[in-house]
């Protein structure tokens, strides 16, 4: 006798026999005979009285079938069958619409997720159609029904869930000194360790590429002038050693001679060994030079995960202060400067200046002179970013100026802003480290639900109760998806389980990773702050100092919930300002649907970036750093400060030193400058003028815009979604 | 003492190095054939502000100053216009200007003597259309010059 059926997604029901009765109803209606409630009863009682306990659907459709093949009506069998196919094919059909537009290779929501993906090679294609189908499977089977629900519901999204039941975690900051000092297998090839400064670039980009591959976010190199140093030197001994070839001379005492700075100088009234010397000099300069030059090309050109798209790549650096260090600091920014190919903007790697009182950032510093210089170089190429060392929450008590590794006490971010630093279980350390996965609440939502009470002050307190029964699923999810991972063994990811990531070292390949990951963070991120706070008050923290007040009040809350939850569960949780690129659009697409458009609220494509005052907003960039400084405190898992300056920046570059000296006075963790920035193909010219269609100069029309989307850059806008591209119609410059 | 002010913007990036507020003073006769701002034109325009009042909301942004306009340097009230500087000065901000004269024409003018005086650097010339160049750094055409007025005020 029946008691329970497993329907498709798995879920266990009652067994109710009216459903089959319907069923078997509608096939009769069809055809000319009509309905014979008599038939129906008997076919339904022998089925529930012979059936197994627990049947699936398919199961007792199946036996509906027999039973309608014995039974007089055979054309209401027919018509039953016919019907079954059609709801069959009609449950693929979402599959298959979806299938039929990313084969079209259509640009929409869905191909456009991400901008840094070519979804039209069949590479793209092939990974598009497996991503897909993975969410579905992933809701049916990996989550738990508060989360699916949630999820379902739009109050929660789950980053990168197509990459669930790989196990995979999110990034990590590559210890890259292990990789030159001992060398590593990847793929069919092992890499003995680098001697010279080509070498090592080379092994930095293929440590890069192999961990993408291991991973589902970005790949970054957290001290990359302290860990290429060494390899400027070991050049520069070799140029030695092929002068004492053509010398025939003994000039072992010139290998560690002490060097004040690697620069070219002509060689005119230089004698003897002075010559010899600034020689080895030059030439040492030129070939770390073509080394950052080829560092960048690669990483621009190397594509990973199926060859659909290029490393999600960052590196950190300027704050070594030896010759070699400033050597290869310079060199990056001079080659960054000049640009790839014809001398167009790299995307990749996002570079990140490590900001830091005392090293480089005031007049008297010994790298001092490298900062203007990257100041330069972000006014034309946007890049480097810059994180601040000296934000009170980016100190390490460890840290020292004599302290050669003094690095690893340094922060280091992913250049789309994800941070990693504060650690329970383990130093506390950017280095080796990574986040594991992130997940977002649309607080716009929670807030938009409560704003049919009248009284403000109950609003607001009804508000934070919602939100923590958001934020408690959010936990609990972050920490199933962490017990799923912790699962993993260390083959799954050989490169990263076994140098990259700390105490990887001591796993062999068939262990779990479970005794390592508990270092890595789990995020709870944010978005749309701005129109939360409209919803909750009628005006968004850029305008108003309640709202300012009760935005920080929010995310304090948002904070001291992860502090608990990470005692709770015993992880690193951390609250992340999201960058939420495909998300932008759609928590307002459906919430718009659900509510209408509400002014200030739903009535644009996209919702405002995590914490940030929204881009439409006129106000300079002083009152925009003040706004958003004290959330770059609490959001330890990741935050970005932008100014969108007006003009030419490369006319300007103090413009650029000026929004970093906001930066340093009003403790913001990481910011950028972003500006406009065309440049003819055809024949090069570069201006910063608005929506430049036709180049003054030699009248081409193939023009490429340069602009930022959530920490990245894209050279054209043809991959950004619906939602970014509103929002970057909007964008106003600070002044 | 009042002055007649057409717009305050902090924090640019185009009127003199670093992040700058430029005050846009009304009123200027130059009339320069492609002038992008005809509307300043007009020594009444814009809004009317007590002086020390404007001094106030310009220093509270922390920026260092480019007076714009019209052209500043044919402001009616000349003490107004000095006592704003003079309170620019004293809280340690660097002021830019820009004229529609030439350096030469402008020190001629003795009642704007002391208004010169204030002022760090400026921005000379009528724009000329025909001299446009984008690639210029803070200037429109190419006839402009970019003036440190301390060494020029020493040898005049």
């Known amino acids: ?262 620069v070219k100088k002509p060689l005119e009234g230089l004698e003897g060994e002075q010559r010899l010397l600034q020689h080895a000099i030059n030439r040492t300069t030129a070939r770390v030079h073509q080394a950052m030059e080829a560092f960048i090309h690669n990483m621009n050109t190397i594509h990973s995960r199926g060859g659909n798209q290029v490393v999600f790549s960052s590196i950190n650096y300027g704050t070594d202060t030896s010759a070699e260090g400033r050597c290869i600091i310079r060199e990056l920014l001079h080659s960054t400067y000049e640009g790839v190919g014809n001398g167009a903007t790299a995307i990749f790697p996002i570079q990140i200046w490590k900001k830091k009182r005392g090293v480089n950032y005031l007049p008297e510093d010994k790298n001092y002179d490298l900062y203007q210089l990257a100041c330069k170089v972000t006014a034309r190429r946007f890049f480097p970013n810059f994180v601040n060392l000296d934000a009170t929450f980016n100190q390490h008590e460890k840290w020292d100026a004599n302290d050669p590794k003094r690095y690893l006490y340094e922060v280091a971010t992913m250049g789309c802003r994800t941070r990693v630093f504060e ?25 938009i639900e409560l704003m049919s009470i009248q009284d403000k002050q109950e609003r607001i307190e009804r508000f934070f109760e919602r939100l923590d029964e958001v934020l408690d699923i959010t936990a609990r999810q972050l920490n199933d998806r962490y017990e799923f991972q912790k699962t993993a063994l260390a083959k799954q990811f050989p490169l990263l389980m076994s140098r990259l990531w700390n105490g990887s070292e001591k796993l062999g390949p068939n262990d779990t990773i479970e005794s390592v990951i508990n270092q890595g963070t789990l995020g709870i991120g944010f978005i749309g702050l701005a129109e939360c706070l409209v919803a909750l008050t009628g005006k968004h923290h850029g305008e108003d100092a309640a709202s300012q007040a009760l935005g920080l009040r929010i995310v304090s809350h948002m904070r001291s919930r992860a502090n608990e939850y990470s005692e709770k569960f015993g992880h690193n949780y951390s609250v992340l300002a999201t960058p939420a690129e495909g998300l932008s659009g759609r928590f307002t697409r459906a919430d718009r649907k659900s509510f209408g458009v509400i002014p200030g609220v739903t009535d644009r494509d996209y919702y405002t970036n995590s914490n940030h005052v929204p881009v439409y907003y006129h106000c300079s960039p002083r009152h925009k750093a003040q706004i958003e400084a004290p ?56 201006d910063a003028t608005e929506n430049l269609e036709k180049c003054p100069k030699c009248g081409g029309t193939n023009i490429d815009r340069l602009q930022r989307i959530t920490g990245y850059l894209v050279g054209t806008t043809d991959r950004w979604n619906s939602a970014k591209l509103a929002e970057l119609r909007d964008r106003v410059v600070h002044k | 003492m009042t002055l007649n002010v057409l ?150």
Request: glycine letters at 8%; charged letters at 25%; aromatic letters at 8%.
């Open chain 1, 1 to 262: 006798m029946i008691q329970t059926i497993i329907k498709r997604d798995g879920r266990v029901v009652g067994y109710n026999e009216e459903k089959i009765k319907a069923a078997i109803r509608k096939a009769m209606l069809t055809t000319d005979l009509g309905e014979d409630e008599a038939l129906i009863q008997r076919i339904v009682d022998r089925i529930g009285m012979t059936g197994k306990e627990r049947m699936t659907v398919e199961q007792i459709q199946d036996a509906v079938e027999l039973a309608l093949m014995k039974s007089p009506r055979k054309e209401v069998a027919r018509k039953y069958i016919a019907y079954r196919n059609q709801r069959s094919i009609a449950r693929r059909a979402k599959t298959r619409d979806l299938f039929m537009e990313i084969i079209a290779a259509k640009n929409n929501d869905v191909t456009r997720e991400n901008a840094n993906m070519n979804t039209d090679s069949p590479a793209g294609m092939m990974m598009k159609f497996a991503s897909e189908t993975t969410k579905p499977f992933v809701d049916d089977y990996l989550l738990s029904d508060e989360a699916r629900d949630a999820v379902r519901h739009n109050y929660l999204h789950i980053h990168d869930k197509d990459y669930y039941p790989t196990k995979s975690l999110t990034c990590v900051q590559h210890p890259l000194d292990r990789i030159l000092e001992y060398g590593f297998i990847a793929g069919h090839g092992e890499s003995r360790p680098a001697k010279r400064i080509e070498t090592a670039s080379i092994i930095g980009c293929i440590s890069l590429e192999t961990a993408q591959n291991e991973m589902h976010g970005g790949q970054a190199i957290p001290a990359f002038d302290f860990y290429l140093a060494p390899f400027v030197r070991s050049s520069f001994i070799e140029e030695v050693k092929n002068l004492e070839q053509v010398t025939g001379s003994d000039l072992s005492h010139l290998y560690n001679v002490e060097i004040e700075d690697y």
């Open chain 1, 423 to 447: 650690n329970r279980y383990g130093e506390k350390t950017s280095v080796g480290r990574g986040n594991l996965s992130f997940s977002t609440i649309n607080i716009v939502r929670i807030a």
């Open chain 1, 631 to 686: 959330y770059h405190e609490l959001t330890r898992g990741g935050h970005i400060f932008y100014v969108e300056i007006d003009g030419d920046a490369t006319h300007n570059p103090q413009a650029i030193s000026d929004i970093v000296d906001l930066i340093d006075k009003y403790n913001i963790g990481y910011g950028s400058v972003n500006h406009n920035r065309n440049r003819c193909m055809e024949c090069g010219y570069e």
């Open chain 2, 7 to 156: 717009q305050i913007v902090p924090g640019t990036s185009v009127d003199g190095p670093g992040l700058r507020t430029s005050i846009y003073l009304a009123g200027c006769t130059h009339r320069c054939p492609g002038c992008h701002n005809p509307a300043s034109w007009d020594f009444g325009g814009g809004t009317v502000y007590d002086v020390d009042e404007l001094a106030d909301i310009v220093i509270s942004h922390e920026f260092n100053v480019t007076l714009t306009g019209g052209d500043p340097l044919q402001t009616p009230d000349v003490d107004a216009l000095v006592h704003l500087l003079r309170r620019l000065k004293a809280a340690g901000l660097n002021v830019w200007a820009y004229t529609g004269y030439t350096l030469d024409e402008a020190l001629k003018i003795q009642r704007i003597r002391p208004v010169l005086e204030l002022i760090d650097t400026l921005v000379d010339g009528p724009y000329v259309e025909a001299l446009r160049d984008p690639e210029l750094h803070f200037r429109g055409s190419s006839n402009q010059q970019i003036i440190d007025l301390h060494k020029s005020l020493d040898t005049k």
